[in-house]
């Protein structure tokens, strides 16, 4: 159990062009799902926290209008790049938590999201 | 802001060496967790430690929380090459207000192991 999906796995745009990513939890209610951006070899840097129902948290430096979160259903929150650039080329992770559960319980990742802008 | 890191960057070891990664916050966590990522793959969750001095074991994997609740280590015992992957430890902050228990994820541990 507790199966997160991304699609797509992978997508190759033009620059000025937006991409939508979705992340679902396949077997599992997740109230709260978690956007992160994964350079090469790198860190998990988060973006944005999504609860369903209500506006998305967040991260300092992480422009909003720019990174369109909706958390829709409980098992469903996506990830809209509005107006691509080369700079946005990255692999985007998503995360999932059951709910119900305690804020501190571990995370389901979903396989990623490879965005390259060309 | 909140920030984690975890040394080394890289290591190379021997199979049958022992590894060992460490994770120092800049503020008190409330817990931590270790995740695993595989090449190619997202991470997947290993373990989490809430008390301070908690120490765990998985097996070759003991999971080790500091008292001050600001560092933590994962050590493993006699690698194979299915360790292999990146660790990384991620440090949690208390649920309240708006942090929905999200996680500050360290820098990672990249280990080769060969055979």
């Known amino acids: 159990g507790a199966v997160v999906s991304q699609h797509p796995s992978w997508v190759i745009c033009k620059s000025g062009t937006s991409v939508k990513i979705e992340c679902r939890s396949l077997?599992?209610?997740?109230?709260?799902m978690f956007w992160y951006r994964q350079f090469p070899k790198q860190s998990l840097m988060l973006m944005a926290t999504?609860?369903?129902?209500?506006?998305?948290?967040?991260e300092q430096g992480v422009e909003k209008d720019k990174f369109l979160i909706n958390h829709a259903s409980l098992t469903l929150s996506t990830l809209t790049v509005t107006s691509a650039h080369p700079e946005d080329s990255s692999f985007y992770i998503c995360?999932?938590?059951?709910?119900?559960?305690?804020?501190?319980?571990?995370?389901?990742f979903g396989p990623g999201t490879r965005l390259t802008v060309l | 802001g909140q920030q984690v890191m975890q040394i080394p960057q890289y290591q190379h070891v021997q199979e049958g060496e022992d590894f060992t990664t460490y994770c120092n916050s800049s503020?008190?966590?409330?817990?931590i967790q270790w995740y695993k990522q595989r090449p190619g793959g997202h991470p997947v969750f290993l373990i989490q430690?809430?008390?301070?001095?908690e120490v765990k074991k998985q097996k070759r994997l003991t999971f080790q929380f500091g008292e001050a609740k600001k560092n933590s280590s994962l050590h493993i015992t006699a690698t194979q090459t299915t360790d292999v992957g990146t660790y990384f430890c991620?440090?949690?902050?208390?649920?309240?207000?708006?942090?929905?228990?999200?996680?500050?994820f360290g820098q990672g541990t990249i280990l080769t192991v060969h055979p």
């Open positions: 991620a440090g949690g902050q208390n649920a309240g207000g708006t942090s929905y228990g999200k996680l500050t």
């Open positions: 503020t008190t966590l409330s817990n």
């Open positions: 995360s999932a938590r059951r709910a119900g559960t305690s804020a501190y319980n571990e995370q389901f």
């Open positions: 430690l809430v008390k301070s001095g």
């Open positions: 077997d599992f209610q997740a109230t709260t």
């Open positions: 999504s609860n369903e129902g209500s506006k998305a948290t967040y």
